[in-house]
């Protein structure tokens, strides 16, 4: 067998452990230098494959790769970027097909979520249709833990880790002042249609903090809503709702819809928290504050689960074995084998099970009365958020690492299509 080169991308929302996949994946691929040349990253995701922008990450250290593990954000740049159907629009495929031929390239490994496992499968579906298969590995990313197929999806622990502190933190704060000004603190928090982050606030409940949970998969009710925040008032002297920006009326409206739409015709989401807080201090008088987690939540790695560091290392590790082995069209999954104590192993899910699948909060893991997480929720969350994997410190700050993201040259004329 020839060694080829690979390439390796990272899609759509970074997380706090994104690029600990990327050190799995860049790890693995160099202890076979038989079989994988080299591991070339798209700059920005698929557009770099498109528009021919190759990072040489031979060219990186073997101390940077690793720092890589303790490092936020996507090293190689992330892109929100929608692929032409190919039954429609083929030029796009063509294109990466021909990147492909150009630089030898033979695995294909996508880092993201939904998205990204549905263009995993197409380019896998697309290559072997062309007569140049590449073997495509999905290795699985997202906070919105909206994954199918797999326990948990690498990313969510950690952010999950950061609204549970964050609520108690806050909620503590509030708690203090209660008695002659703050009564009420929002945190709205990321989920478009999914509650799982929304869900990691209930942790809080641990502490005795009285918390109210806006799930997207409960239709809000305002009248409802307003009598649980009042119970909490009158019985505490303060009370902390966390709501999902995936929120939405009995009628389908968002709380937080601005009007706008992404590249995947997603509604872009955001001021959940002051409709909320502002709900409550007209109706009920609560003086509140309020807060909107947004990137600090997916970004925060010196608080990242050491859990979530550990598996999101493993998938990207898993696919790069998986792809060796010569499997085509799959992703690493986590499967759970207890969680009193925690442990799990690495499985594999076929893509085209996984695309465009959106795994919602079971009805058991939210309260009867629609506002809270049950004790089987809470079950599932605690093993999550376990561990802490801080980064290096220096000079009172965390040591990240910044990639030299040196280009290979290019061997084609450029895409005749602006991105």
């Known amino acids: 067998m020839t060694a080829r080169n690979a390439f390796y991308a990272q899609s759509g929302g970074v997380t706090a452990v994104i690029n600990a996949s990327a050190c799995g994946v860049i790890e693995t691929a160099r202890k076979y230098p038989d079989k994988i040349k080299n591991v ?55 294109r990466l097909l021909d990147v492909f031929r150009a630089h030898d390239i033979g695995y294909f490994f996508y880092n993201g979520g939904g998205d990204s496992a549905d263009t995993c499968y197409k380019i896998s579906r697309f290559s072997t249709l062309m007569g140049y298969p590449i073997q495509a590995i999905h ?52 989920g478009r249609h999914a509650g799982w982050i929304a869900a990691a606030g209930g942790l809080a409940e641990n502490y005795g903090i009285p918390v109210v949970i806006l799930f997207p998969e409960v239709e809000f009710n305002e009248k ?12 505490h002297g303060y009370c902390t709702v966390v709501v999902s920006e995936g929120c939405k009326y009995p009628d389908g409206t968002f709380l937080a819809d601005q009007g706008a739409r992404d590249a995947f015709g997603h509604a872009h989401l955001g001021g959940a928290a002051p409709v909320v807080a502002n709900m409550i201090c007209e109706e009920l008088g609560y003086p509140f504050h309020w807060a909107v987690a947004n990137y600090l939540q997916r970004s925060a790695r010196h608080i990242a689960s050491a859990i979530d560091v550990e598996q999101a290392y493993e998938v990207g590790a ?100 602006k991105i």
Request: a neutral charge; hydrophobic letters at 35%.
């Open 40 to 94: 070339l990253a798209g700059r920005n995701g698929i557009v770099g494959a498109l528009t021919e922008e190759l990072i040489d990450t031979g060219k990186e250290s073997r101390e940077d790769i690793a720092a890589l593990r303790y490092t936020p954000g996507g090293a190689f740049g992330s892109c929100r970027y929608k692929l032409a159907d190919p039954e429609k629009d083929r030029k796009e495929f063509e």
């Open 318 to 417: 898993a696919a790069v074995n998986l792809a060796l082995q010569g499997k085509n069209s799959v992703m690493p999954t986590i499967v759970r084998l207890s969680s009193e104590p925690y442990r799990y192993e690495i499985g594999v899910a076929d893509l085209e099970n996984v695309a465009n699948v959106e795994k919602m909060m079971p009805k058991s893991f939210i309260r009867d009365d629609g506002y809270g997480i049950t004790e089987e929720c809470r079950k599932y969350l605690q093993p999550l958020v376990q561990g802490e994997n801080y980064p290096p410190y220096k000079m009172g700050l965390p040591e990240y690492v910044t990639l030299q993201n040196t280009m290979v040259s290019k061997k084609l004329p450029p895409f005749d299509k």
């Open 139 to 190: 290795v699985p990313k997202t906070i919105d833990n909206d994954l199918p197929l797999t326990d948990c999806c690498p990313g969510f622990g950690s952010v999950a880790k950061y609204i549970a502190v964050s609520t108690v933190e806050a909620s503590f704060d509030v708690r203090s002042m209660c008695r002659t000004s703050t009564k009420i603190f929002v945190l709205e928090v990321m």
């Open 224 to 235: 409802k809503f307003l009598a649980q925040v009042e119970n909490k008032v009158r019985r």
